[in-house]
């Protein structure tokens, strides 16, 4: 098998770890980028053991419930041979925001892609998260302030100007979208990176 069929292989089993066993649930597996990738979804979300980097397993080396994402993420990976012998990261997550709207999303790569990459292709995307007022703009926009009007009246963010200089940047990088008529949005796409880019950020 070829190499790009093998990875493509791979992408395929690691959309289906989390929905393997519930018909008709969307595949969430896809880059950021890459057309098809969901929208909002409106499944249930059963309640879930979350684990935690910090935690060790057993001293007998066996598998610990509470890492059920991991096990399955490697399960996966060896299934997949040899193109996967250097691992991968997954992240995933189940969102509700205030507004109402719902996401689930699922991510996950190969360490070899991910190490021969341009990571400095990457820079403009993080740069952007790089200014409290941006991250401050990105709250706002998730929790329903949409318009621009309503962003620049907000305290603390600068004058207007100022304001619309950021939230060009946040556009430029991909964490919003302009709908038109100065209403902004997080693209559905970007509402669990963006999370799990806070998440590691608090991470010690």
């Given at each position: ?17 989390e929905h393997a066993d519930e018909p008709g649930e ?43 994402a991991l096990e399955g993420f490697k399960e996966q ?31 996950g790569e190969l360490t070899g892609r991910l190490i ?89």
């Amino acid at each position: 098998m070829e190499l790009e069929q093998r990875v493509t292989a791979l992408e395929r089993r690691l959309a289906a770890l989390e929905h393997a066993d519930e018909p008709g649930e969307p595949s969430a597996f896809r880059a950021p980028d890459e057309p098809g990738a969901p929208e909002e979804s409106v499944q249930s979300v059963p309640p879930v053991q979350l684990g935690s980097s910090r935690e060790q397993p057993t001293s007998e080396g066996t598998p610990r419930a509470d890492f059920w994402a991991l096990e399955g993420f490697k399960e996966q990976l060896a299934e997949a041979g040899p193109i996967a012998e250097d691992g991968g990261v997954l992240f995933t997550g189940a969102v509700a925001l205030p507004g109402g709207e719902r996401y689930e999303w699922q991510y996950g790569e190969l360490t070899g892609r991910l190490i021969e990459a341009d990571w400095s292709e990457r820079a403009e995307a993080f740069a952007a998260l790089g200014h409290p007022v941006r991250l401050r703009l990105l709250r706002e926009v998730l929790t329903g302030s949409r318009t621009a009007a309503e962003l620049t009246s907000l305290d603390g963010l600068g004058t207007t100007g100022q304001t619309y200089h950021h939230l060009r940047q946040l556009t430029a990088a991909g964490w919003l979208h302009s709908q038109g008529r100065g209403r902004y949005e997080v693209p559905s796409t970007r509402v669990v990176p963006l999370l799990v880019a806070l998440s590691l950020a608090k991470s010690p």
